[in-house]
């Protein structure tokens, strides 16, 4: 599909969701979860297998280059100068053999090639250098879509006394999606942050961002989120 065909499916989508935002209001839909008083930042599978170009999984690369990696070096600093806490989350299996007897893919392979994302193979799972953890980050092993199913997300975020979490990553029609809807279930108020969410297919994002912002979370620019780190220092600051 050619960026034109991709603009004007954009445009289009934009066209039935402004409708469809009517339909939703009147029907008590799309109120606002807020921000809470702790966020964490949770950026899911922008790991190399996703961000870098030549893996089945590769996502849109001018999105990818020119505002997901910008929107999260942005969100990265904010979070790091006001000391809170990130998770960097990645996927990978260690029996990719799709014929063997056990394997840690489940039923998975059989529907996408999640074989080729083998925990051997460090370089593929490892977290994009651009936007590599620095010391005091934590990075997250999944096996499945959502950052929570089978993981100890929950538990490390409530230790750290997190209310909100701001998703990033991809895509947006799984990983992302699922991890935001997972979040909300378990209590933590849930952040899509617009610009640092991608997907391999054109109009994922655009359908995927207003459903959840209608359904499962808010959807907030990478500035607007910064403006809120950067609000929570300066009351920090003024209660000292």
């Given at each position: 599909?050619?960026?034109?065909?991709a603009?004007?499916?954009d445009?289009?989508?934009?066209q039935a969701?402004?409708?469809?935002s009517?339909?939703?209001?009147q029907r008590g839909f799309?109120?606002r979860v807020?921000?809470?008083?702790?966020?964490a930042?949770?950026?899911v599978?922008?790991?190399?297998?996703?961000?870098?170009?030549?893996?089945?999984?590769t996502?849109d690369?001018?999105?990818?280059d020119?505002?997901?990696?910008?929107?999260?070096?942005?969100?990265?600093?904010a979070f790091?100068?006001?000391?809170?806490?990130v998770?960097?989350?990645?996927?990978?299996?260690?029996?990719?053999?799709?014929?063997?007897?056990?394997?840690?893919m489940?039923?998975?392979?059989?529907?996408?090639?999640?074989d080729?994302?083998?925990?051997?193979?460090?370089d593929?799972?490892?977290i994009?250098s651009?936007?590599?953890?620095?010391?005091g980050?934590?990075?997250?092993?999944?096996?499945?879509?959502?950052?929570?199913?089978?993981?100890?997300?929950?538990g490390?975020?409530?230790?750290?006394?997190?209310?909100?979490?701001?998703v990033?990553?991809v895509?947006?029609?799984a990983?992302?999606?699922?991890?935001?809807c997972?979040?909300?279930?378990?209590?933590?108020?849930?952040?899509?942050?617009?610009?640092?969410?991608?997907?391999?297919?054109p109009?994922?994002?655009?359908?995927?961002?207003?459903?959840?912002?209608?359904?499962?979370?808010?959807?907030?620019?990478?500035d607007e989120?910064?403006?809120?780190?950067?609000?929570?220092?300066s009351?920090?600051?003024?209660?000292?």
């Open positions: 599909m050619s960026d034109v065909d603009k004007e499916l445009r289009l989508l934009q969701f402004d409708t469809a009517k339909l939703y209001q799309q109120r807020g921000f809470g008083k702790r966020p930042l949770v950026s599978d922008l790991a190399n297998a996703w961000t870098r170009p030549g893996n089945p999984f996502c690369q001018d999105k990818m020119n505002e997901i990696i910008p929107g999260m070096q942005k969100l990265l600093k790091r100068a006001a000391h809170l806490p998770v960097h989350v990645t996927t990978a299996y260690e029996i990719t053999d799709r014929n063997a007897d056990f394997t840690d489940g039923l998975w392979h059989n529907k996408i090639p999640v080729v994302v083998d925990l051997k193979n460090k593929l799972w490892a994009d651009r936007i590599a953890p620095v010391e980050e934590y990075t997250l092993l999944k096996k499945r879509a959502s950052s929570f199913h089978g993981t100890e997300l929950a490390i975020l409530r230790a750290n006394n997190v209310d909100t979490i701001l990033t990553g895509t947006a029609c990983c992302v999606r699922q991890t935001i997972d979040g909300i279930a378990d209590g933590f108020r849930t952040i899509a942050v617009k610009e640092c969410i991608g997907d391999r297919v109009g994922a994002v655009a359908w995927n961002l207003f459903d959840i912002d209608a359904k499962f979370g808010d959807v907030h620019t990478v989120c910064v403006a809120y780190i950067d609000g929570l220092a009351r920090k600051i003024a209660a000292e």
